[in-house]
């Protein structure tokens, strides 16, 4: 086994306690998601902004989006070793972005107040974890 420099190891533990900082955001929010899939019906309206109701197909694509990112930032976190390391790699940097991008829109656009305060600075903060995340060593494994 290669052994890693003084300067990659701290890079490397910054990379793995963001990523599962990052994979336990997300578990928790698919275990809401989940409850919602199933027909439970607490919460989302305040998450929604109005009392209408999301198509089921629509929260299953978000479940499988949530699980895809777990995977993708705990293989590039270095948590496991994953195969194909620059697959990991584009999809936390593709996670940082997306995050980003939600992140703004829900604090300059015309949003809710919960859109504002909660969820903007949520993504934001997934979207600068991520990027510590993808920012991983290429040295220090996948």
């Known amino acids: 086994m290669r052994q890693m420099s003084k300067q990659h190891k701290p890079r490397a533990l ?4 963001a990523a599962w900082t990052v994979a336990g955001v997300l578990a928790a929010l698919l275990l809401v998601n989940t409850y919602w899939s199933f027909g439970g019906q607490r919460g989302l309206a305040w998450v929604l902004g109005c009392d209408c109701t999301v198509p ?19 293989a590039r976190g270095g948590v496991w070793p994953a195969p194909v390391p620059w697959i ?7 996670m940082a972005a997306a995050f980003g991008a939600v992140g703004l829109q ?5 949003n809710t107040l919960q859109a504002r305060l909660v969820f903007a600075p949520l993504a934001l903060l997934l979207c600068g974890l991520s990027v510590v995340v993808a920012r991983r060593s290429s040295t220090t494994g996948p």
Do not use: F, H, M, P
Request: aromatic letters at 8%; charged letters at 15%; zero cysteines.
């Open 56 to 74: 089921l197909s629509l929260v299953w694509i978000q479940e499988a989006a949530l699980v895809i990112g777990i995977t993708a930032v705990l």
């Open 88 to 94: 990991w790699k584009i999809g936390t940097w593709t």
């Open 14 to 17: 910054r990379a793995e306690r």
């Open 106 to 110: 829900n604090l300059v656009g015309d």
